[in-house]
């Protein structure tokens, strides 16, 4: 997987309309992602900046990506919200190099609406109606809308502390987000397994939704890590 070896530094990219499907996804952070580096983990509690949990949860992915408990449980002294809200960051970024992994082989006449299993159909939302779309238009809308909200100042003017009010539109996303693995499990499970075993993001992503009660449990829908779901209250 030649995309996921090269260096992403592009700078901080967040639009406000959806595109189309031949634009590249927009990305949210930069950083050498996957190089995966053994080093002694930084010491939280001496980490300082507004960049701060950013890098933290970077280290801890460059370090070990397979190591989910340890990726997604915060450290002492660490914000819950702005723990939550750095990782969802950090999913948006990642999932973009999923997507590019998906051009070419999911397309809108392979997969011309997007499903899951065929119990499963998603409505994309990034339009003036929810409507049906492609899946590869429409994980690129989630993932343009994704960026835009991530990025507003109204709802997350700071990297240090998150308002109380936005925290629904974290858990909304997610719910979004989730779909794009969804998809990508039931349909093109080859690009899944093997970006998995590199990257191990949809273990994390569950890990993390189920952890913080982002998701019910019954809207997890990839066996695969079943073991990972707890089984709170919906």
């Known amino acids: 997987m030649n995309n996921l070896k090269r260096n992403r530094n592009n700078e901080v990219a967040a639009e406000e309309q959806a595109g189309n499907a031949n634009r590249r996804p927009v990305?949210?952070?930069?950083?050498?992602?996957?190089?995966?580096?053994?080093?002694e983990q930084e010491d939280f509690s001496k980490m300082s900046g507004e960049?701060?949990?950013?890098?933290?949860?970077?280290?801890?992915?460059?370090?070990?990506?397979?190591?989910?408990?340890?990726?997604?449980?915060?450290?002492?002294?660490?914000?819950?919200?702005?723990?939550?809200?750095?990782?969802?960051?950090?999913?948006?970024?990642?999932l973009n190099l999923l997507v590019v992994q998906l051009q070419g082989i999911c397309n809108t006449k392979s997969c011309p609406k997007?499903?899951?299993?065929?119990?499963?159909?998603?409505?994309?939302?990034?339009?003036?109606?929810?409507?049906?779309?492609?899946?590869?238009d429409y994980m690129i809308h989630t993932l343009d809308y994704a960026a835009a909200?991530?990025?507003?100042?109204?709802?997350?003017p700071s990297r240090t502390s998150i308002p109380p009010s936005s925290s629904k539109h974290m858990s909304s996303l997610v719910r979004r987000l989730y779909r794009l693995f969804a998809h990508t499990y039931y349909n093109h499970q080859e690009i899944f397994t093997e970006f998995e075993n590199e990257m191990h993001l949809c273990e994390r992503f569950t890990e993390f939704a189920s952890r913080f009660d982002m998701m019910p449990p019954k809207l997890f829908?990839?066996?695969?890590?079943?073991?990972?779901?707890?089984k709170t209250k919906e």
């Not at 952070?29 to 080093?39: E, F, K, Q, S």
């Not at 997007?114 to 590869?136: F, R, S």
């Not at 909200?149 to 997350?156: D, H």
């Not at 829908?221 to 707890?230: D, G, H, M, Y």
């Open 51 to 94: 960049f701060s949990v950013q890098e933290y949860i970077q280290e801890l992915i460059r370090s070990d990506p397979a190591n989910i408990v340890k990726i997604c449980e915060p450290p002492k002294g660490a914000d819950t919200a702005v723990w939550q809200y750095e990782h969802l960051r950090q999913f948006v970024l990642e």
């Open 114 to 136: 997007m499903k899951a299993t065929e119990e499963w159909l998603y409505l994309c939302a990034c339009h003036p109606t929810t409507q049906e779309c492609p899946a590869i």
């Open 27 to 39: 990305e949210l952070v930069y950083l050498p992602l996957i190089t995966h580096d053994h080093r």
């Open 221 to 230: 829908c990839i066996p695969l890590f079943n073991s990972r779901v707890r």
């Open 149 to 156: 909200l991530l990025t507003n100042q109204k709802y997350f």
